[in-house]
């Protein structure tokens, strides 16, 4: 009976273990993930200031209408994004502070 309960005991603190170092792994690459992500972003708001500029030059004001709500999904987006990546920076900190 000792024995089963050892092995038990042993194979679950091994799972504990194994998912935690695969956890820090999966936030190392969900950084990766939102820095691409800010990039993208920062691509897309400057691709829409340039369509803005094109769409008052020719004084196309519905489509300027729609450039600037496009505008501020890309912003809102790019703002989610920053926040996660902060979010995720302090939680691989946090995690490499309580392993050692």
Do not use: P
């Not at 799972?15 to 993208?40: S, Y």
């Not at 829409?48 to 890309?74: I, N, T, V, W």
Request: net charge positive; charged share 50%; glycine share 4%.
């Amino acid at each position: 009976m000792k024995t089963k309960l050892f092995i038990l005991l042993a194979a679950g603190l091994f799972a504990g273990v194994a998912t935690q170092a695969q956890g820090r792994w999966e936030d190392r690459r969900d950084i990766g993930h939102d820095r691409a992500d800010i990039r993208h972003d920062r691509n897309d708001l400057r691709y829409d200031r340039r369509e803005m500029s094109r769409d008052r030059r020719d004084r196309d004001f519905y489509d300027l209408r729609h450039d600037r709500r496009e505008f501020a999904r890309d912003r809102r987006d790019l703002r989610y994004d920053r926040h996660d990546l902060y979010r995720d920076r302090y939680d691989l900190a946090r995690d490499r502070r309580n392993c050692y």
